[in-house]
């Protein structure tokens, strides 16, 4: 996850088929693709002027040679192994 104030962050494709999920407070607001069902991004509770948003859903971006950043892959967890 990567973080943006809300003005910066900019839906180019797909915008249609986004979902919202909110839990609890009802405050944050989790957006998915209702199609595939990856997590986008999501409007934070503890900083509600600020977007989080998957890096691996930026174009041209990939994660795993980000140098310095863990990564999950979402099939393998961490927690899955021995």
Known sequence: M???????LRVVQGE???STYRFNTMTAEH?????CGIYTHHR???RPNQYGFNIGCLEGVQP????GIPTN??????ADRQ
């Not at 892959?73 to 961490?78: I, P, Y």
């Open 31 to 35: 957006y998915f693709c209702s199609r």
């Open 73 to 78: 892959d979402g099939v393998n967890h961490l």
């Open 44 to 46: 934070r509770r503890s």
């Open 16 to 18: 249609a088929l986004l």
């Open 64 to 67: 795993t040679q980000l140098q």
């Open 2 to 8: 990567g973080a943006v104030p809300l003005e910066a």
